[in-house]
């Protein structure tokens, strides 16, 4: 029924290498449906949506059994689809300079003895930070670009690349794992680029920065309380046996730093605290940073890094405790870095708001290994599409004159609108159709408006 419209065909076209001719078509029926769906996105609602013109009995069997093969049955492979997404997304947005990755994990709730995967989470929506709350799921790592919007600098926007499943038991392969999985994957997807990666604390392991390949950085946060050192050794004492020590006094932790320089009650003095302006989270402000250079031997080894205290003046957020293992970074530069992780956050929640990642009811291996990171890298292409494509749209400027102030046009909710009014009327065409296909075109309408209700 709907039509892959002429500004959306070419990024959807330079994935069909990752499909073969058959899977390919489904592919791109798959991805109109579940734009175009207004209900749940199950299967079989896609297949509703998909097939509104001519909608089947029900006293037959549905004909929607290559829409559930896709995922199940069919050869096609994330990985070969997540190399051709990540080329266009780097193509289209940042063709040149550092690729800034972020990284973090999300759990989508699912239920049922047979689901392949599913095992009891952190569920970080409803955790708060005296009560950490479990629920059934699915826990995916996902990695993430994160690029400044070309028409509005200050905000970032994360674009999904690739998706890892985290299963439970001790024996498997931890997110931070998982993390470095990825960034290998990508660190051989473009050779010769500078890669720089953005963590929580919770990817501030020695499984993912123990040994950090060259031309790849890392800026995250780590505890207050961390064991930290002086990278310069003291000078050997002559005539002494043993080895020669490798690093030198233990420094003061990030919190102890914090209030070290408290006692010193003043604000620009050396080994204070100094005063300094960052754009972050699309907002300039101003922020109290103390930095000084370790080693952090239980996670980096002997690698030097940069330390970096971040304290709101106004209170409004407690104290920041972020490293660098790039060391002569400016503090600026750490703090406005990490800030683009929290793009990957407002990716899981308009994947599960306003693509309903969660609704789909697979429960075998090879479709939840495939469902949601093959929704996620759609997200990055409609992403990419709006930037390039439909950002200067007549439906994008007539969407923008009415939106209110709480509604941002760089949301997914708002680009996947201007993308629903496009094909809406590419498919629809009134003033070239003869009246027969406008009655029969009429009765599709009632049919979508049916399952919309």
């Known amino acids: 029924m709907w039509h892959m419209i002429p500004s959306l065909a070419p990024f959807v076209q330079v994935l069909a290498p990752a499909f073969t001719q058959a899977s390919y078509h489904t592919h791109c ?5 579940w734009l175009m769906c207004l209900g749940s996105h199950q299967i079989f609602r896609l297949g509703q949506t998909l097939h509104a013109d001519d909608p089947p009995p029900q006293n037959q069997r549905h004909p929607f059994d290559r829409y559930y093969n896709f995922f199940s049955r069919s050869g096609w492979s994330v990985s070969a689809l997540a190399y051709r997404v ?7 947005l940042n063709p040149t300079g550092a690729l800034y990755l972020v990284i973090d994990d999300t759990l989508l709730h699912k239920r049922g003895k047979k689901v392949w995967g599913l095992g009891w989470f952190r569920d970080a929506v409803a955790s708060t930070k005296k009560r950490v709350a479990t629920a059934s799921g699915n826990n995916w790592v996902v990695l993430g670009l994160a690029i400044p919007i070309p028409f509005c600098p200050s905000h970032i926007i994360c674009l999904p690349l690739l998706a890892s499943l985290h299963l439970p038991g001790k024996a498997q392969p931890s997110c931070v794992q998982l993390a470095r999985q990825m960034l290998a994957e990508v660190y051989l997807w473009f050779p010769g680029r500078e890669l720089i990666l953005c963590g929580d604390g919770a990817y501030a ?28 050794p003291p000078a050997p004492t002559p ?3 043993g080895p020669k020590p490798t690093k030198g006094a233990r420094l003061d932790s990030p919190k102890a730093a914090a209030a070290r320089a408290d006692r010193q009650g003043t604000v620009g003095g050396p080994g204070g605290w100094q005063a300094v302006t960052v754009t972050a989270y699309g907002k300039s402000r101003l922020l109290w940073v103390l930095s000084y250079v370790v080693v952090w031997p239980v996670v980096t080894g002997l690698r030097p890094l940069q330390i970096v205290v971040v304290r709101d003046p ?4 407690d104290d920041t405790y972020l490293f660098t293992t790039v060391v002569e970074a400016t503090t600026v530069w750490v703090i406005q870095t990490f800030a683009r992780r929290w793009s990957i956050e407002v990716v899981f929640r308009s994947s599960k708001q306003v693509l309903d990642i969660e609704d789909p009811q697979q429960w075998c291996r090879e479709s939840i290994e495939k469902m949601a990171p093959w929704v996620w890298l759609m997200q990055s292409v409609v992403m990419v599409w709006y930037l390039r494509a439909g950002y200067e749209s007549p439906d994008a400027v007539a969407y923008r004159e009415t939106m209110g102030e709480w509604e941002s046009e760089w949301s997914l909710r708002q ?16 003033k070239s159709a003869e009246p027969t296909e406008l009655l029969k075109l009429i009765e599709t309408l009632k049919n979508y408006v049916n399952l919309a209700v």
């Open 415 to 430: 680009m996947v609108k201007v993308l629903q009014r496009a094909i809406l009327d590419e498919t629809i065409k009134p």
């Open 205 to 232: 392991g020695k499984a993912l920065l123990g040994d950090l390949p060259t031309g790849v950085a890392f800026v995250g946060r780590l505890r207050g309380d961390a064991a930290l050192f002086d990278p310069q």
């Open 86 to 92: 990540a080329r266009l997304v780097v193509t289209c």
């Open 29 to 33: 029926q798959l991805f109109l449906g």
């Open 239 to 241: 005539g002494r046996r």
């Open 314 to 317: 106004e209170g409004k957020m």
